[in-house]
């Protein structure tokens, strides 16, 4: 169902993959809700990715941008705004990679060189972008700035690996960057903390399928989806959300804050 909830809005949307990226449902969504936006990707996932067919089907452009290059973003966002024909309303983040965890490096044995490139692709670059559109006065009053975590920058989950210490970070810039982009430009800044997703992404996670399924019956609503979330990030562009900034948003079903459900107790009792 659609509200037209972002007509006349416009943004940029980082991260689409392939269908079952968390950033392909949402800019399939905000198209359904009418707004506009540019799709955006490290130049190499475009090559192995289908991006091409998400653009066609939303009327969107696509300009390839590695999230780790300040003349990419740069240029991204002023092509944005030049295509979509004003300044911005809504930007998302959807972007995560750790090389320890590609390269199957244990947390208690990191090459520090994966740490840093894991670093600045996941948590560094979410401040490179608003950077960039700050200094670029690229955003509109009112606008909304969401990057997507998850629960492991809180609680350990022992093989989400270096990852944990990125949406730490990552979810500190929410914050930090959420007070200056609110003072200056009133420009709402979030992150939201989504349930475990079967995704690229998500499934280089070791043992990512017995997880989805423990985290599942661990919330009382069941595991948030891809398209929920999507649904969720469509609120938070939206004019309906206006006042909600610089928090961290659980869309997990309930989960950061089960104890322990039945289901799960029922695999300990006799
Ligand atoms: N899947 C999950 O279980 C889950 C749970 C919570 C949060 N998240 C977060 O959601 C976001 C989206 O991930 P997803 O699950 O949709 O997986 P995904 O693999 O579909 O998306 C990750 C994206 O990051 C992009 N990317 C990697 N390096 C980049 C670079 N240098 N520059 C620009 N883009 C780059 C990839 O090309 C890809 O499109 C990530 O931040 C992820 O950590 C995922």
């Known amino acids: 169902m659609a509200y037209d909830l972002l007509k006349g809005k416009r943004g940029i949307i980082f991260g ?61 966002v002023n ?15 959807s972007i995560g990679m750790s090389v320890n965890v590609r390269k199957g490096r244990a947390y208690t044995d990191q090459n520090y060189d994966f740490s840093h490139k894991g670093w600045d692709i996941s948590a560094l670059s979410f401040h490179r972008v608003m950077q960039t559109l700050f200094k670029a006065d690229a ?66 996670v070791k043992g990512f399928d017995g997880f989805i399924t423990y985290a599942d019956k661990m919330s009382p609503l069941g595991n948030a989806t891809a398209l929920e979330c999507a649904d969720y990030t469509v609120t938070l562009f939206s004019d309906l959300t206006k006042k909600v900034t610089m928090q961290n948003l659980f869309h997990d079903g309930g989960f950061s804050n089960t104890g322990v459900s039945k289901e799960v107790m029922d695999n300990f009792t006799e």
């Open 16 to 76: 689409a993959l392939d269908s079952n990226s968390i950033a392909w449902k949402t800019a399939e969504r905000v198209h359904e809700e009418g707004g506009k936006f540019v799709l955006t990707n490290a130049p190499i996932a475009m090559r192995m990715g289908q991006i091409k067919e998400l653009a066609q089907k939303t009327g969107s452009e696509i300009i390839p941008a590695d999230a780790t290059s300040e003349d990419d973003l740069g240029n991204l």
């Open 79 to 93: 092509e944005s705004v030049k295509i979509l024909g004003g300044k911005l309303d809504f930007v998302l983040h």
């Open 139 to 204: 955003m509109n009053e009112w606008g909304s700035i969401v990057a997507l975590t998850y629960m492991a920058a809180q609680r350990t989950f022992p093989d989400y690996n270096d990852m944990a210490d990125n949406k730490a970070y990552l979810e500190s810039v929410a914050r930090s960057f959420g007070y200056f982009f609110g003072k200056e430009k009133k420009v709402r800044v979030n992150t939201i903390s989504q349930s475990p997703t079967p995704t690229t992404a998500g499934q280089g």
